[in-house]
């Protein structure tokens, strides 16, 4: 299985920016698929995931400020960012958990938040 993420790029702070990732086919069972990030010098960290029934965990530095929604045809993840901040400046990473447990990920979609 392969992810293609897009919709990164340079935004003003208070600004927003839609991610989208797309699985190379769909994917059978149980499944989530969240996005992370990774800021320079910092660790990978989940920013938001949807289940396959629709069940989603966000981390609290974007509560209330980002969604994470699944596409019709289930095989797409997207993430609405609204109210961007310097600090969610990073590389964001849509990942895919399928039923076994096994993990695919994205190739990375540069966000850049300017002050």
């Known amino acids: 299985v392969q992810l293609q993420a897009s919709g990164g790029g340079l935004v003003q702070a208070g600004g927003s920016l839609r991610l989208s990732c797309a699985t190379s086919?769909?994917?059978?069972?149980?499944?989530?698929m969240g996005w992370y990030r990774q800021a320079p010098g910092k660790q990978r960290e989940l920013v938001a995931s949807?289940?396959?029934?629709?069940?989603?965990d966000y981390s609290d530095s974007v509560k209330g400020r980002f969604t994470i929604s699944r596409g019709n045809a289930e095989n797409t993840v997207y993430l609405q960012m609204n109210s961007l901040k310097p600090e969610d400046t990073a590389v964001y990473y849509c990942?895919?958990?399928?039923?076994?447990?096994?993990?695919?990920w994205g190739q990375g979609t540069q966000v850049t938040v300017s002050s």
């Open positions: 086919r769909s994917i059978a069972g149980p499944n989530i």
């Open positions: 990942r895919l958990s399928d039923s076994l447990g096994a993990l695919y």
């Open positions: 949807v289940s396959r029934g629709g069940t989603t």
